[in-house]
């Protein structure tokens, strides 16, 4: 199983930015899937997630600003960011698990076993 997340970069306070996350050896939409941030100093935090047939969860601090979706098709995760703030920097990781779990752990680390390398998004 591989994820390789794309489409970071440099984004201005107020812009976006959508994040890719294309999947191989893994299908999308099987299993609890999420988007996470690591900051500089901080823990590994984990903003947006979907799991199998439920709605997606989102970090307060990304409520309304970003939204996570999943091509079946091509097999990838996005996360479309909006209205990025400063603190909004970091390094995206996209994760899923293997495993069924249930829809409240889906935003905790210790819920995924396969792991991104990371795209950094840098605000400026």
């Known amino acids: 199983v591989q994820l390789v997340e794309s489409g970071g970069g440099s984004v201005q306070a107020g812009g976006s930015l959508t994040l890719s996350c294309a999947a191989s050896g893994w299908t999308v939409g099987s299993r609890c899937q999420a988007w996470f941030r690591q900051a500089p100093g901080k823990e590994r935090e984990g903003i947006a997630a979907?799991?199998?047939?439920?709605?997606?969860v989102y970090a307060d601090s990304v409520k309304g600003r970003f939204t996570i979706s999943q091509d079946k098709v091509k097999n990838i995760l996005y996360l479309q960011m909006n209205d990025i703030k400063p603190e909004d920097n970091g390094t995206y990781i996209c994760a899923a698990s293997r495993t069924i779990v249930i829809p409240s752990v889906c935003l905790q680390p210790g819920a995924h076993d396969v792991w991104g390398q990371g795209t950094q998004v840098t605000v400026s």
């Open positions: 979907l799991n199998y047939g439920t709605s997606p």
